[in-house]
């Protein structure tokens, strides 16, 4: 590769200042479908809530995980309390009966027990008592998780949002709060990228191919495992937090509210200045991580396009170029990504701060209380551990906002697509018959989302058990129009009409099953020559599967395959030829055998021999339904019974070849002439 | 193991039951291959990990130093400063050891110190959570400039892979790899070898201090030692195998993905969205459950050595408390004073026992942790470098000669090529091509045509005999020489993203827009160009949906002619143009053709007669070669048959004959 660029040096280096600021709008992705992707507060409380209701269908196992999160609340009321009878009457020395302050209620069982004991004694019942709590709830060990290492690339992190899981407790209770945690997360993201992955696979075609695939890839696999998480930042954890925060601010009033009430209303500020502090920065949170998502997204779009195409970038030999794209846009979205972390670091610092001025100010009141004598050494170990269990709660009740903001983009991410338009929804619930009259064009005429006409007052018969050519010149309209068939696009004017019925009426499934398109393009997918077929038509038995290869002109090639149609294709069947996969789509659409069978360009990558047989074929096929074929090649269109003949976007002339050969004046005439050979009508 | 073997073995995953060993010598392997990606950050790296080093001395310090001030000298007060401590606290010598004469400080005293302490950790609180921040970004910074190098290099080395591999691994598992292995090579320079490296230096600290405070205390770190250990031996080769099930299905529930999106228009045209959903929502339950199975062994796995580590941790503190109850003596020399500040068993010493044993049992419990995510990881490795691994099959040699300046002829020479060994495609095949002439390679669907074109592309190499330009033989040229003398329009017309004077002047930097307006000409593009909305200006969509296939196919021609290379080949040119444009961008071509040579692949007829030459290719060779009238006027030759059914339909050739 050429010296100039390096790939192993770092590019860019920019004021990190500017990048946030300043060039917040210039931002721009591959997004064709999905651009407005500015989200306000109230868009972000309504996504969110829309997300809550996402709970509904596993609501079993979410009750289960609340009831398994109070687990915590057992450490965090006791050890504080155990600490300080360690601290004075351990280490201390003191006589147990020296109490002067009130413990807790629920420590009156232990302390009950403790009464008369030495400190060796007091300390041996206290190992006990902290063994039990290890084995049940893992006290003194640590939580359950299973995080494998993540980088700091969506993908990772995705993969560790939906099954790292993740308890507070340990022992058995932190087992067992995994397992549902994991399980619930998991059916949630597999309900929710379910719904996602059909929202996407059922857009109107139009759309589907303005969609980018990256980006679809993206919104799927990385965007829906962020879902779950919201759901649980808004309902478990604040809940969780406030009646544990709760309990602990109770437990100070209870305790020590006689000895310095001052104690109390300090750790209720903690909650008003934790939410003033985050709640301003929320907005410029999400719009961090809304452009580090879409950069993400971008990159991947720019690596499966490069890929996708890797023919022609290696034979036009733009490796350099498209390796440069994929750099380029790979450093803007690990950029992006580190521009996310520094708001996050710097809203955690400002919180930081001033909750541990806070604290040091109140712990300073505390250690002149112990100076004094009124406290001993333990309460104050006591104290500061429940006022940094309150300030944590405080500080992650403010940071719930901010949470919610990362994943909101991913949401939107998501419902969008799930929101769309689907094919379905344009459609009524007629069944359709078989086919009697044929299909009518009723004053049609199509534009593109643009406004450009790609088909203008269309007004065309085609009656059934005939085989019908579509000719014209390149964009005249041809595919278009044969795409208002199976609805794949839908007038703009006019409609479409099926044995009288309008297309529209008719129920999608129905319409689709009576009416085939075997596209211009030959999509394989990398499964066996049978599953590719089956797509088609799963139903189909082993003797149609031969007899559509057969009639397709596949046999020929397939014979010489090691498992015959159970070979598996390459990627997107790249191991074959062009003509190869032409003549396996042919086969795919003829399996079908549905009324009405629609080929566009069928023959343009086959050989005269298998062109003529697939022909005969055809001509033999539309004795009881109605073939339509878009083609150029002379050899294929003078067998029709009628010709279509258009340019730029209108039906001209309309007969069999002959008769449109007969007259001198004719455009079909003019453009066979052209063809090259004699014509042979005139031979 | 049997759930976790699947029917889907992408090329290159080592089976589930052979997962890749992780031994010492491949950590240092792989190590070995990230260290160009990491060399042009050493300064970076090294400095940044002796900040890391200096701020956890600073730390340490600072903690024992405030414990023993807290706890001993404010809260319970019974001592005096130390002189070290009193300096640092700019407290004169009547709060120390020597001064005043009184055994314990007055309460005066403690509050004074106690505020001197506070005002410290405020300092310390302002300029730690600043430099955290630094050094964070700074961090991030360096690690994503490697992954960075990496994903690049990644893909770079993927773009000049062979076709061959290409057309057998899918997509989406590229995409997978690069997107989300690459990530793990960043872990493994931070979790491999940096995080042992900062566990064991935590580790010997934290015995450190335990050593100056009590050696005994080390045997009951020693007695959890073994069973963890042999615990983790007993868990490895599950974790690892099923750390491998999961990459595998969740690489492949990627790839299917890809895949369906790919094809959306047949799924949408065959109403097959049920079977897809039903497909995806059955890849996408094998990769969660997978994804469940290999954590809940590493759980069940941490689980065990926290119960055990809990119980050791435990155990010290109740032997810690009745020393701290009996104030025993400590005897810590006075040079680490500065480091573990206790003259007894006192509540400070209590704390800091408690913390370190505390400590050293959760670094170890890191450790068993971090080598269960490290099977992970390596088996992530393992497939990320399969791709850097994979030698290009087409590679320039290492003194290229250079291009002629002047292509007079091209030969292939008793070539053969066949993609499977099985099914020779090419077979012993000659052909001569000279400077001026239009040569139609024309056969049956199948026949090698597109392949006999790759080679001159060097896309592919003759598995015997050669290629020659002016009797050169093409592997003796470099591979960009090559391809940059040669444009080609390829039958698929594929588009890019960009505009379409982006897509006509693709991968030619700085072109100006004459060059594209008239290849676009030549093309016979211009027409319709001008007619979209922005002109050449104009986007295209994810392969240029938005152009009718004829459109598109005009676009690649003209983004072959652009390239005004000597050598031009045209891969069904005319296959979705209308007679009309076919006729008038032929008349172009053969024009602006006349100082190169030109190749045509096609089946139309109106086509080939324009050619020169026509090469009938059948059966891996060319069957037959001259003008069109030479071979029409051969009685019964092959392209004779073939024209006749072209124009009359085969039935009637066969009548005919």
């Known amino acids: 590769m050429s010296d100039g660029s390096d790939p192993n040096t770092p590019r860019r280096r920019e004021g990190l200042l500017e990048s946030i600021f300043g060039k917040g709008g210039r931002a721009q992705y591959d997004d064709q479908v999905d651009i407005d992707t500015e989200l306000s507060n109230k868009e972000t409380f309504f996504l969110v809530g829309r997300a809550v209701g996402l709970l509904k269908p596993v609501k079993k196992l979410f009750f289960a995980k609340f009831l398994l999160s109070t687990g915590m609340w057992v450490p965090g009321l006791l050890l504080p309390w155990i600490g300080k009878i360690i601290v004075d009457h351990v280490v201390g020395g003191k006589a147990l009966d020296d109490v002067e302050l009130r413990y807790p209620p629920f420590m009156d069982p ?86 996602l992955f059909e929202g996407l696979t059922r857009l109107s075609l139009t759309t589907v191919q303005d969609q980018r695939i990256g980006d679809s890839m993206y919104r799927v696999l990385y965007d829906a495992p962020m879902v779950p998480d919201v759901v649980y930042q808004l309902t478990l954890r604040p809940l969780a937090i ?269 319409l689709r099953r009576q009416v085939t398109y075997v596209f211009q393009e030959h999509l394989l997918l990398s499964e066996s020559i049978r599953d590719n077929l089956g797509i088609a038509n799963p139903d189909a038995t082993e003797s149609e599967l031969l007899d559509a290869l057969q009639t397709a002109g596949c046999m020929d090639f397939i014979a010489s395959m090691p498992q015959g149609i159970d070979t598996v294709l390459g990627r997107s069947g790249e191991t074959l030829s062009v003509g190869q996969q032409q003549r396996l789509s042919i086969a795919r659409g003829l399996i079908r055998n549905s009324q009405i069978l629609i080929l566009d360009e069928p023959t343009a990558a086959l050989d005269p021999v298998a062109e003529n047989r697939l022909v005969e074929a055809l001509t033999e096929i539309s004795k009881d339904r109605l073939v339509i074929v878009i083609a150029h090649r002379l050899s294929t269109i003078r067998r029709a019974d009628r010709i279509v003949f258009m340019d730029q976007g209108r039906v001209l002339e309309v007969g069999s070849h002959d008769a449109l050969m007969r007259d001198n004046e004719s455009q079909y005439r003019r453009y066979a002439m052209l063809q090259g050979v004699d014509s042979p009508a005139e031979r | ?224 030692v073994v069973p963890t250990v042999w615990l983790t031996i007993a868990f490895t080769p599950r974790i690892r195998r099923r750390a491998l099930a999961n990459r595998v299905a969740n690489s492949d529930l990627t790839s299917r993905l890809q895949e369906t999106f790919v094809a959306a228009k047949i799924i949408k045209a065959n109403r097959a969205e049920d079977g897809a959903l039903q497909r995806f929502d059955k890849d996408s339950h094998r990769a969660l459950d997978a994804a469940f199975r290999v954590r809940l062994e590493m759980i069940v796995l941490s689980l065990l050595v926290m119960m055990m580590g809990g119980l050791c941790v435990i155990s010290t503190e109740y032997f810690m408390a009745s020393w701290s109850n009996e104030r025993l003596g400590l005897n810590v020399p006075a040079a680490m004073a500065f480091l573990v500040p206790f003259v007894a068993w006192n509540l400070g010493a209590f704390q800091f026992g408690r913390d370190q044993t505390g400590g050293a049992i959760g670094q170890g419990y890191g450790a068993v942790r971090m080598w269960s995510q490290l099977q992970d990881l390596f088996i992530a490795l393992e497939r990320a470098f399969f791709i850097l691994d994979l030698e290009p099959e087409v590679e320039s040699p290492d003194n290229p000669e250079p291009f002629p300046v002047e292509v007079e002829r091209l030969e292939w020479r008793a070539v053969d090529f066949a993609y499977e060994p099985s099914h020779p495609v090419l077979a012993s095949l000659d052909l001569v091509a000279d400077v001026g002439t239009i040569t139609a390679i024309v056969g049956a669907t199948g026949s090698g045509k597109s392949t006999l074109m790759s080679m001159l592309l060097r896309l592919y190499d003759p598995d015997q005999g050669a290629v020659s330009i002016n009797g050169v033989d093409l592997k003796r040229l470099s591979v960009e020489d090559v391809r940059a003398n040669t444009a080609i329009a390829l039958q698929k017309n594929v588009l890019f993203t960009g505009s379409v004077a982006d897509n006509i002047g693709y991968a030619i930097p700085n072109i100006d827009r004459d060059r594209i307006v008239e290849a676009a000409k030549i093309a016979c593009a211009d027409e319709f160009i001008d007619e979209l909305d922005r002109g050449y200006d104009t986007e295209l969509g994810e392969r240029g949906v938005k152009l009718s296939t004829g459109q598109r196919q005009r676009l690649s021609i003209a983004r072959a002619v652009v390239r005004d290379t000597p050598i031009l080949i045209l891969d069904e040119p005319t296959a979705s143009l209308d007679a009309v444009n076919e006729q008038r961008v032929l008349a172009n071509l053969e024009q602006w053709g006349r100082q190169r040579v030109v190749f045509l692949i096609t089946h139309r007829l109106s086509t080939i007669r324009e050619a020169d030459t026509i090469a009938f290719l059948e059966e891996g060779r060319i069957a037959e070669l001259g003008s069109h009238d030479e071979l029409m006027s051969r009685e019964d030759g092959r392209y004779r048959r073939f024209v006749r059914a072209e124009t009359l339909g085969l039935a009637e050739a066969m009548r005919d004959e």
Request: aromatic letters at 10%; zero cysteines.
């Open chain 2, 1 to 224: 193991m049997s759930e976790a073997r699947f029917q889907v073995n992408l090329p290159g995953d080592p089976d589930v039951e052979d997962a890749p060993r992780i031994t010492g010598r491949r950590i240092l392997e792989l190590a070995a291959k990230t260290w160009p990606f990491l060399r042009p950050l050493k300064m970076h790296l090294i400095f940044y990990l002796i900040l890391i080093g200096l701020s956890g001395l600073v730390g340490t310090v600072a903690y024992t130093q405030g414990l023993d001030l807290l706890s001993n000298k404010v809260l319970v007060g019974e001592e005096k400063l130390l002189p070290l401590q009193a300096s640092l606290l700019w407290l004169d010598d009547s709060f120390g050891d020597a001064g005043a004469g009184l055994e314990v400080p007055t309460d005066e005293q403690r509050k004074i110190v106690l505020d001197r302490l506070l005002i410290w950790m405020a300092i310390l609180l302002v300029v730690g959570i600043g430099s955290f921040i630094a050094i964070w970004y700074w961090g991030t910074w360096i690690w994503h400039s490697v992954n960075q190098s990496l994903r690049v290099a990644m893909v770079e080395h993927s773009q000049h892979l062979s076709l061959r591999h290409h057309s057998d691994t899918r997509v989406g598992d590229t995409v997978f790899r690069v997107y989300q292995d690459s990530a793990q090579i960043i872990n493994l320079i931070q979790e491999g070898l940096i995080g042992p490296m900062g566990l064991l230096f935590g580790l010997i600290w934290a015995i450190v201090l335990i050593v100056l405070l009590a050696p005994s205390l080390l045997l009951a770190l020693f007695i959890v």
């Open chain 1, 242 to 510: 406030l009646i544990a925060a709760l309990i602990q601010i109770y437990l100070i009033e209870y305790t020590y509210g006689d000895i310095s009430p001052e104690l109390v209303w300090l750790a209720w500020s903690a909650f008003p200045i934790a939410i003033a502090i985050t709640f301003p920065f929320s907005g410029l949170i999400r719009r961090t991580n809304q452009t580090k998502r879409a950069a993400g997204s971008s990159t991947t779009s720019s690596m499966e396009e490069s890929l996708d195409s890797i023919t022609a970038v290696q034979s036009l030999g733009g490796m350099e170029r498209e390796k440069e794209r994929f750099a380029e846009r790979s450093e803007e979205s690990f950029l992006r990504e580190r521009y996310a972390i520094v708001v996050w670091a710097i809203v955690v610092a400002l919180g930081g701060i001033f909750l541990s001025s806070l604290l040091i100010y109140w712990g300073r009141g505390v250690a002149h209380n112990v100076i004094v004598g009124l406290l001993t050494p333990g309460d104050f170990f006591a104290l500061i551990g429940i006022l940094v269990a309150i300030f944590y709660a405080a500080g992650e009740l403010g940071d719930t906002w901010i949470f919610v903001q990362e994943p909101a983009a991913a949401l939107r991410r998501v419902f969008f697509f799930i929101d769309q338009e689907r094919d379905e929804d344009a459609h009524g619930e007629e069944e359709m018959g078989t086919l009697s009259d044929g299909v009518t064009f009723e004053n049609l005429s199509y534009e593109y989302p643009d406004g450009s006409a790609a088909l203008k007052e269309i007004d065309l018969e085609l009656p059934t058990n005939s085989f019908v050519a579509i000719v014209g010149p390149t964009g005249a309209g041809k595919t278009s129009l044969a795409y208002m068939i199976p609805a794949l696009l839908r007038p703009t004017r006019g409609r479409v009409l099926i044995d009288g019925i309008d297309v529209t009426r008719v129920h999608l499934d129905s």
């Open chain 1, 110 to 195: 232990i302390l009950a027990s403790l009464q008369g004991l030495g400190p060796m004694q007091i300390m041996m019942v206290l190992s006990i008592l902290y063994v039990g709590l290890l084995f049940f709830i893992g006290t003194r060990a640590g939580g359950t998780g299973a995080y494998l290492y993540e980088g700091s690339d969506a993908a990772t992190q995705a993969e560790n949002q939906i099954s790292g899981g993740g308890s507070e407790a340990g022992g058995l209770w932190g087992l067992l709060e995994y397992w549902v945690n994991v399980r619930l997360t998991q059916r949630m993201v597999n309900l929710l990228r379910t719904d």
